[in-house]
């Protein structure tokens, strides 16, 4: 993965059940959360890493 790199996450189920974030360094990644706004998180989070579909360029 590259800086810029979008993450797409299968939070659910359905077209509603997406979440992305854009990918940064260090296997971090920005991304809006309903509970703490606009935040960093590791891809290393055994939530997020679990989630993880797939990555796209841009």
Do not use: M
């Not at 059940?17 to 290393?44: E, K, M």
Request: charged content about 20%; overall charge positive.
């Amino acid at each position: 993965l590259l800086p810029g790199d979008l993450v797409f996450f299968k939070t659910g189920s359905g077209e509603s059940g997406l979440h992305v974030g854009i990918y940064d360094t260090d296997n971090q990644f920005i991304h809006a959360s309903t509970s703490q706004g606009v935040t960093r998180s590791s891809l290393d989070n055994v939530y997020w890493n679990k989630k993880f579909w797939q990555a796209r360029r841009i």
